[in-house]
């Protein structure tokens, strides 16, 4: 049980829910259900803490409050209330040109170590305006906002703002918003003790808010901590210098007191960038940087699944897959990094290779729709679309089909029993910072267990030793490891899923963040601002 005794600060692209509007046209929240809402938001809401993010929704009135949770709210973050959310509203073309143009047009496709598909616009970056001039800037838009002077504060996005500064802007709006959250939080406790709020930042869309945060808070005489944590991978030193502006990315994640990756990888990556780029001493044995009077803490602090929630849905879920065909099962965003494409023709290979699989197995693929407004995930959509008509235009038969298709979202209680009634899981990214669904699979196989097919690539690779690794590049080796995964002997699936269920059921989602909370503990001693019970 964690017990915060000081308030922990969530700053997250998006809040814990997403507003919409019902058919009155009242604001609603929508909970999400990932894991890092399920960890985190709890723990926000016992340490009266904040959520800062933006609410999924452009409003036409920005000055309008979050409304509070419906009654019959059971999601994780039902019991935030509405004055523990801090959302941030940002001008439409100014937030697509964030998050489209720079988080998932450069950042994306380069930290996945995909730089042909990354952009380098500087209109799109550009950061090189002073701090100053960049807060004055969105500061005006804010107070502008707060004055309900919409058409003003759109008029000044407009005007002093160039679309070249869309990143940094957003991250000083983010960061104001947040610094204007902590100035009116009680620092001290009922006892009269000091609560110095940990401030925790969250991935790649807000890699420059914590020098913003610190900067600002200096000058206003507000004492917090920072901590920042990256989903995706760290790409090596030979990558991220592509990025013309590395070294203003270096120094904003440099902003933070811990900076946390889910595996060691990507923490010497990041070593190797400080060292080599900025020339900062760095203490390999420690995972420490030194840089600017100050040390920052680096550390691997990898993500995990609620894992019992995943386990008690697919003990109570119904059968979903009624066939008598084996089902091998892929679960992804339909993202390029997820090798999707490489994964069906791996699978068309094993049955050319295997014909006397034609009509006894079939892949199930469900694919979520993500960024569909960006034009390469609508040319991955017709791709695919292609790909799976020819394979089974090629090898149907009237009673039989070998790709079965879902683009789109189902409820977790279905994805928990695709899960526990799959005989086999291709995980197969090109390149996955973590991935949950390799884990959310281990956490279903509550009955006779399938088999775990996991792309090294990804940062789960690192860890869940017990899979059957496989290079997703290599058609042939996925092939030919899904015919032995599909003739596996009992023994042995029960003897490899045994130890990936032990290591997944301790390494959960409240693991990591208890690991990440006792880490910021022996990074700011002498604060003592946080009981870890
Ligand atoms: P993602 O890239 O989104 O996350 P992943 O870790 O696989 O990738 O998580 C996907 C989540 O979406 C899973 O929880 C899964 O259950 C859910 N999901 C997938 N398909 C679904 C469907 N059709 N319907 C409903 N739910 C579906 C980023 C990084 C990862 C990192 C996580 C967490 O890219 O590498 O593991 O953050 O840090």
């Not at 420059?208 to 995706?232: S, T, V």
């Not at 130890?499 to 693991?511: A, G, I, P």
Request: hydrophobic share 40%.
């Amino acid at each position: 049980m964690l017990n915060l005794k000081s308030p922990m600060v969530v700053v997250s692209n998006r809040l814990p829910f997403v507003l919409k509007r019902n058919e009155n046209g009242e604001l609603q929240r929508k909970q999400s259900a990932g894991g890092l809402v399920t960890a985190v938001a709890p723990v926000v809401i016992q340490c009266g803490g904040l959520w800062v993010g933006w609410p999924g929704i452009h409003m036409d009135d920005p000055h309008q409050s979050v409304p509070e949770s419906d009654p019959g709210d059971m999601g994780p973050s039902a019991g935030l209330k509405s004055e523990q959310v801090v959302p941030v509203h940002v001008e439409e073309q100014l937030f697509d040109d964030y998050y489209n143009g720079c988080c998932n047009a450069t950042f994306w496709p380069l930290f996945h170590s995909m730089p042909d598909r990354a952009v380098f616009v500087a209109d799109m970056w550009e950061v090189r305006m002073e701090f100053g001039l960049v807060r004055s800037a969105a500061c005006l838009i804010l107070s502008a906002f707060d004055c309900s002077m919409l058409g003003l504060g759109l008029a000044i996005v407009n005007m002093s703002l160039p679309r070249g500064q869309s990143y940094s802007t957003v991250n000083v709006m983010f960061a104001y918003q947040t610094v204007d959250a902590l100035k009116k939080m009680k620092m001290k406790n009922q006892e009269g003790e000091e609560r110095i709020p940990l401030v925790w930042i969250h991935d790649y869309h807000l890699m420059l808010a914590a020098n913003y945060i610190r900067q600002e808070c200096e000058e206003q005489n507000l004492q917090c901590k920072l901590g920042f944590f990256l989903h995706i991978p760290f790409p090596p030193w030979d990558i991220f210098r592509l990025f013309p502006w590395d070294n203003e990315v270096l120094q904003g994640i440099l902003g933070n007191d811990l900076v946390g990756f889910h595996i060691e990888d990507y923490c010497r990556n990041f070593l190797d960038c400080c060292q080599r780029r900025l020339g900062c001493r760095v203490d390999r044995v420690h995972n420490l940087v030194d840089v600017a009077g100050r040390t920052v803490k680096v550390r691997a602090l990898p993500i995990g699944i609620p894992y019992k929630r995943f386990e008690e849905m697919a003990n109570a879920a119904p059968r979903a897959l009624q066939s008598s065909q084996q089902i091998v099962l892929g679960v992804d965003r339909l993202d390029y990094t997820k090798g999707l494409v490489n994964r069906i023709r791996s699978f068309e290979r094993f049955l050319e290779k295997h014909p006397e699989y034609l009509g006894k197995v079939a892949l199930l693929q469900v694919a979520v729709p993500s960024r569909t407004d960006v034009k390469e995930y609508q040319q991955l959509k017709e791709q695919m679309d292609l790909e799976i008509g020819r394979i089974n235009g090629r090898f149907s038969t009237l009673n039989w089909s070998p790709i079965r298709y879902i683009y789109g979202c189902i409820s977790q209680d279905e994805l928990a029993a695709y899960y526990r009634d799959s005989s086999v899981a291709l995980v197969t990214p090109l390149r996955d910072g973590m991935n949950l669904v390799a884990k959310e699979y281990v956490a279903c196989q509550v009955d006779k267990p399938g088999v775990l097919i996991l792309s090294p690539f990804a940062g789960a690779g690192e860890t869940m030793h017990e899979a059957l690794l496989v290079n997703p590049y290599e058609l042939d080796d996925v092939a030919d490891t899904l015919h032995r995964a599909l003739t596996m002997p009992i023994d042995e699936r029960e003897m490899r899923m045994y130890h990936l269920k032990k290591r997944e059921q301790t390494m959960n989602v409240d693991f990591w963040l208890t690991s990440f909370l006792k880490v910021s503990i022996k990074t700011f001693p002498g604060h003592n601002v946080i009981g870890v019970h």
